[in-house]
């Protein structure tokens, strides 16, 4: 099975000697540059192997051209096993011991954060993938972390723009309790009651993470009566989450806004179940039609024989933007890194990004759009491409909240 | 004066009465046995004096002082030493250092985080083991000890305390006929040579008869017969209970 | 409120599910004292393969059903062959190595089911007649959690059935009551504890399956479900099955309410519920008192003074360590740092639970204490290093001397279930509490200051204050305190004959155990830079357990030994492969059954051979 050769392959970089592989990283010329990465390949495999496959595949395809600087590109990754402790040693091991150039990585928002922590105590460039904490780049941003996805505030906003469309007022919220719930929550009860102050929020469910007692939620929720939901549920919460809303008939008749729900790594395993008509941010995957897109989609199909997924996208993105960012710097240096990421611009499948200098934020943007049933699975229907700038508040607000020791 | 006076001593178990209106005392240095057939209360009643059982009513007093319905710990710090059926040594320590934790415990000073005990009151420890034979082995393992050897640093353990009181619940259970006498006999100069006034409860009437001063006889939780060996030999009552199962020699 | 009759029906329910779990777990408890932190693996199997075979099947209901009986028999057969290779080998061996081999049989499993089934969850596709509903005081009411809520007690009524009516249930409950007897009485051991793991594994199986249509198969159901099945497993009573049918329905019911009044706290709830049970029955609900004598007959090894030559070893050792930093690079001295945390946290641990007898399986909630002590001092007041390391143990101390009121009244695995919840409930104040705690996002930016910033010197601050740790506890317990807790733990009955006062000895090593590890958890914080919820986390606990049984309960070199080698062998493989769950779990079984009295335990009998008297 495909997972599982790469799961042994992942890590093959480790077994060799560190005494060779420091000659070969300290040599310059035309001596790899080494990026490495952490992720939680053992506690969230659904999400991160895609990545990691679309990693190599961008790292293939990069090399293919002549690599960066016409130095090619290596990528070392290293499993954090859903501990951010682990992860801070690792990149120990990275930089110090394998001699990488770059740190990049997570998709937990803890593992993020005490990476980016490391990166900034030890003047190392991190550049962060999937974790979606706004405090990554905004209270707790620092020179030396960038972030490429579109964070919770990003989701949360554009989902509260499309929720102030409807006629609904009166709104419950259902959130797994922790940090990324809570953010998410808060952000979209913030900006939904700017735009419109005639809506009210008359009940909230907190499940604990991947423990959702789904049936009570639901009933809970019901007995708010409300005109339209909130959810942030996702993966195993979810999939119970919609079940029983879908035999209690929670969702008839009542709109429904959802975080990241149009990923496929969410929508897929819902299968003929999957909710028609709510609102959600996610990844459309191959039947979005452009030409970058479509290309990208086919290497990946003919190299993996799988589909697409979200991760695959931020994967293969986060590749494409530290080789823009290096040949941006025209060094691996780290202070000429972090000057060189700052404005940096790449490409991605889902169109340009650029890293913004004021606070590090990637502008890969976000799709939104409407589930659909077709064929007996949850498909993202009329949904749009919102590039990530627009989705970001005013400078001002943004430079109050970075701490000033991150220039 | 007595070391132990027993007044009116009760306890009942969900309306069944184990122990009834029980009565008596030991002087220093007399051994007192506490002897009936099985059922008859007899574990009831020495475990309300060693403060594992509370009594529903009467009174305990230990040189004049009550201790009713103490704990064990109250009690054993009141001076009251105890040897089990079942042996109940420290496993993990050696025979003398068995014996030094209860002189350690016994002269307040178990709450030091610092000077090691290996050196602590060894020659009193080695003082005490001497006395119950165990000398040549207060540096083996206490898991590796014979039977009879193991009643006998209880003794010792017990007797570390400087008990003015010693309760021995089946002190020669599980022994053979020979070691059995020997124990008590060991006992018996111990508690003359000391002073100290001892309760026992034996089914080995050999045994009970060859040491004991005093004989309390209890059947169905009261007692029924008080006395020296020759009296109580003689007492019909007593005949009965013992005729009837036949045993006047270690079967239980 | 018409939302209270269907609110209770939802958590009857869950009480079903719950008790389909727990279920299990009581009987194979019940009979061979196992603790199977494995049964939830068990129940994730049985969704996996009721996955695989029901999908298979056509979508009738009589299908269903029959799928539902094979994953049952697929289950139990696994339980088989689990009890035949892994757990019959250590039977014999200490109560708390049998959870050891489980937990590797767990980390085996995760592996091996990611490997079978991959990464992405799998919901069971549901027709019709499985999303059919009745109006239940206006409220539309699954029709399947109906089915569920009569599964409950169809199960404990078939169970009573089976241990009241046939004469292997005979044998189970005599076995239950007493071991020894069953064994004197010529029953054939092995094929009665092998027949029960496989109805324990197959009851394990039914609760996964029936879980199928509600939920999906994941990779993540057997940490999650295990706790939960522990909580009712000891709220009922360790053993009693009627028991585990009550218990289920109080949280059941207890966690359906919950969510409506206290949606924030439910996690917490489940374990106040259990913590309130345990203060006023001691033995959970229907739970009988465990038998003193066991414990007695288990005789622990004299612990004596290490050998001239060992100590002059650890000498050697220790001097190796002190010059490290000027023969290896700055990422193995990172590890070494790691490794001298490693060692006070399992010196802290051993010190309670080898001498002290008290097996704590939340020994990370310390941890987390003392870190996130030292980490709130520096958020708050600005606190440096050197006072988040006093405050660290300070803190750790006086909450565990506040919740040793609570523990050491309790013994043996109730003990420890109560340590478990315990640390649930910090862990969960530290995921869930977000304004002050910063939730799983932790506290970060807690570095050393700047004359202790480099590698080299905080590893040297760590291996100083390793060593004194460990030398302070070892000389604890050679002095008059640590030999009267070592009394109270070989013969509480002895202990208190002589005078000595158990439980305030006990308290007084929690405390000193949770002092010590508190300021394990601010050292890690400062050398990683920030503090985390999954400091407090399950697994991180069992780490702890696996340091110090690894290495030996009964030396006081075992958890140096255990925690030295844990360190460096989880570095190893986690860098060296993605597979290393499997590895891992695997050695740890091996390790188990091959060294039942840890590392240190067999080095010191291999050096004893013949020494001994």
Not at chain 1, 386 to 397: H, N, S, T, Y
Not at chain 2, 77 to 104: D, K, P, W
Not at chain 3, 426 to 433: C, I, K, M, P, T
Request: proline residues 5%; glycine residues 12%; aromatic residues 8%.
């Amino acid at each position: 099975m495909e997972v599982t050769r790469r799961l042994i392959l992942g890590a093959s970089g480790a077994l060799a000697l560190p005494g060779l592989l420091r000659a070969q990283g300290s040599a310059q010329g035309n001596a790899p540059i080494r990026i490495g990465e952490i992720n939680s390949y053992t506690s969230q495999p659904a999400f991160t192997l895609p990545y990691r496959n679309a990693m190599q595949l961008a790292v293939e395809t990069i090399n293919s051209k002549g690599g960066v600087l016409g130095r090619p590109l290596e990528l070392i990754t290293r499993d954090d096993a859903g501990r951010p402790q682990d992860a801070v040693r690792l990149a120990g091991e990275l930089f110090n011991d394998q001699k990488v150039d770059v740190l990049a990585g997570a998709f937990l928002s803890n593992v993020g954060l005490a990476l980016s922590e490391y990166a900034a105590q030890n003047k190392r460039l991190y550049i962060g993938g999937e974790p979606l904490t706004d405090a990554m780049v905004w209270d707790k941003g620092n020179r030396y972390t960038f972030r490429l996805r579109p964070s919770t505030y990003m989701q949360a906003s554009i989902l509260a723009e499309e929720a102030a469309k409807l006629p609904a007022k009166r709104w419950v919220t259902v959130s797994p309790n922790y940090e990324y719930g809570q953010s998410a929550v808060k952000w979209f009860r913030q900006i939904l009651s700017a735009k419109r102050p005639d809506v009210q929020f008359v009940a909230e469910q907190w499940p604990a993470l991947g423990r959702v007692d789904a049936g009570a939620t639901v009933q809970a929720l019901e007995g708010a009566r409300p005109e339209a939901i909130f959810n942030v549920l996702f993966g195993p919460d979810l999939t119970n989450f919609v079940r029983q809303g879908n035999t209690r008939g929670l969702f008839e008749r009542r709109a429904v806004v959802s975080m990241l729900t149009g990923e496929p790594e969410y929508l897929d395993p819902l299968g003929d179940e999957a909710p028609e008509g709510w609102t959600v941010t996610g990844y459309p995957g191959e039947a979005i039609d452009t030409p970058a897109h479509k290309a990208y989609a086919a290497a990946y199909r003919a190299k993996f024989n799988a589909k697409p997924m979200c991760g695959s996208l931020v994967g293969y993105s986060l590749i494409n933007s530290i080789a823009a960012g290096i040949a941006k710097a025209g060094s691996t240096e780290t202070e000429r890194m972090v000057d060189g990421f700052r404005g940096a611009v790449f490409e991605t499948p889902a169109g340009g990004a650029t890293y913004r200098a004021i606070d590090h934020q990637g502008t890969l943007g976000v799709y939104v759009g409407k589930t659909a049933l077709r064929r007996n699975e949850g498909v993202m229907v009329d949904w749009r491409y919102i590039d990530g700038k627009d989705l970001l508040p005013a400078d001002e607000v943004v430079r109050g909240m970075r701490p000033a020791s991150a220039t | 004066m007595s070391v132990l006076v027993v007044q009116g001593l009760s306890k009942s178990f969900g309306g069944v009465r184990a122990v009834g209106d029980v009565s008596f005392a030991v002087a220093p240095g007399e051994m007192l046995a506490l002897i009936g057939p099985n059922g008859a209360g007899k574990s009831t009643l020495f475990n309300m004096v060693g403060g594992q059982l509370v009594p529903d009513a009467g009174s305990v007093l230990l040189g004049g002082v009550p201790i009713t319905g103490l704990g064990p710990r109250a009690i054993a710090r009141h001076g009251v030493g105890r040897t089990f059926q079942i042996t109940a040594t420290f496993g993990s320590m050696t025979v003398r250092e068995n014996v030094q934790m209860a002189l350690l415990s016994h002269k307040g000073e178990v709450w030091s985080f610092w000077r090691p005990v290996a050196g602590r009151h060894a020659a009193e420890a080695d003082a005490l083991l001497a006395g119950v034979g165990l000398a040549a082995q207060a540096e083996r393992a206490t898991g590796v000890l014979a039977y009879g050897d193991l009643k006998r640093l209880e003794l010792a353990i017990a007797l570390g305390n400087e008990p003015r009181l010693l309760l021995m619940d089946e002190p020669t259970a599980g022994m053979a006929p020979a070691e059995r006498v020997a124990l008590m006999q060991l006992t018996r100069r111990l508690a003359t040579e000391r002073g100290v006034a001892v309760l026992f409860t034996e089914h080995d009437m050999d045994v009970v008869f060859d040491v004991s001063d005093r004989i309390l006889v209890l059947n169905r939780g009261t007692l029924i017969a008080e006395g020296d060996g020759a009296s109580i030999r003689a007492n019909p009552a007593v005949r009965e209970i013992y005729l009837g199962t036949g045993a006047t020699s270690g079967g239980h | 409120m018409d939302s209270i009759v269907p609110q209770l029906l939802t958590g009857l329910a869950g009480a079903s599910s719950l008790f389909l779990v727990a279920s299990g777990l009581t009987i194979i408890f019940g009979v061979t004292r196992i603790v199977n932190f494995s049964h939830g693996s068990l129940m994730m199997l049985g969704a996996y393969i009721g996955w695989s075979i029901i999908t298979r099947l056509p979508r009738e209901p009589e299908w269903f059903v029959l799928g539902i009986l094979l994953t049952v028999l697929a289950t139990a057969l696994i339980g088989v062959v689990l009890e035949v290779a892994v757990l019959r080998r250590v039977y014999r061996a200490p109560e708390l190595f049998q959870l050891l081999a489980t937990f590797g049989v767990v980390l085996v499993l995760q592996d091996v089911t990611l490997w079978i089934w991959g990464a992405v969850e799998l919901p069971l596709p549901r027709p019709r007649w499985l999303r059919g509903f009745v109006e239940i005081m206006g409220n539309r009411f699954p029709a399947y959690d109906l089915f569920l809520i009569l599964v409950g007690p169809v199960v404990l009524g078939l169970l009573w059935l089976l241990m009241n009516r046939t004469r292997w249930g005979t044998l189970v409950r005599a076995a239950t009551l007493d071991r020894e007897m069953v064994a004197a009485l010529g029953v054939n051991q092995r094929t009665l504890f092998t027949s029960v793991f496989a109805l324990g594994a197959g009851l394990a199986g039914l609760g996964g399956a029936l879980s199928l249509p509600n939920a999906s198969a994941n990779l993540n159901i057997d940490l999650s479900v295990i706790t939960d099945a522990f909580v009712v497993v000891v709220v009922g009573g360790l053993g009693s099955l009627t028991g585990a049918f009550l218990a289920s329905l109080l949280i059941g019911v207890i966690q359906a309410f919950g969510i409506v009044l206290v949606p924030k706290i439910t996690l917490v709830l489940i374990f106040l519920v259990m913590a309130v049970v345990l203060v006023f029955r001691p033995n959970g609900l229907l739970g009988r008192p465990q038998a003193e004598a066991r414990e007695a007959t288990v005789a622990a090894p004299v612990v004596r003074a290490a050998p001239r030559e060992l100590r002059l070893l650890g000498a050697l050792a220790l001097l190796v360590a002190a010059v490290a930093p000027f023969v290896v690079g700055d990422y193995y001295l990172t590890v070494l740092t790691d490794a001298c945390v490693a060692v006070i946290f399992a010196t802290s641990l051993h010190f309670m639970m080898g001498p002290g007898g008290m097996a704590s399986f939340g020994h990370a909630a310390w941890f987390g204490i003392g870190a996130y002590a030292a980490g709130l001092l520096m958020q708050w007041l600005g606190a440096p290093m050197p006072v988040g390391l006093l405050a660290a143990p300070l803190a750790a101390g006086i909450v565990a001397a506040l919740f040793g009121w609570f523990v050491v009244r309790l013994s043996g695995v109730y003990l420890s279930m109560l340590t478990l919840a315990f640390a649930q409930i910090v862990w969960a104040v530290s995921f869930q509490w977000v304004e002050v705690t910063g939730g799983d996002n932790g506290l970060l930016g807690l570095w050393p200051p700047d004359w202790a910033r480099s590698p080299r010197v905080f590893y040297w601050i760590a291996l100083a204050l390793a060593v004194a740790v460990a030398l302070l506890l070892r000389r604890a317990l050679y002095a008059p305190y640590g030999y009267a807790l070592r009394a109270a733990r070989d013969s509480a009955t002895r202990a208190r004959a002589i005078g000595l006062d158990v439980a305030r000895l006990r308290m007084v090593a929690l405390v000193i155990a949770g002092a010590a590890c508190g300021l394990s958890g601010a050292l890690f914080s400062y050398g990683k830079g920030g503090i985390f919820p999954t400091y407090i986390s399950i697994p991180h606990s069992v780490e702890a357990l696996l340091m110090v049984l690894l290495g030996g309960l009964q030396t006081v070199a075992g958890p140096i030994i255990g925690a030295l080698v844990y360190t460096g062998l989880a570095d190893i493989l986690v860098r060296s492969t993605d597979l290393w769950r499997l590895v891992l779990g695997a050695v740890i079984v091996l390790l188990v059954t091959a060294f039942p009295e840890g590392i240190a335990g067999a080095a010191r009998r291999l050096w004893l051979r013949g020494r001994e008297a």
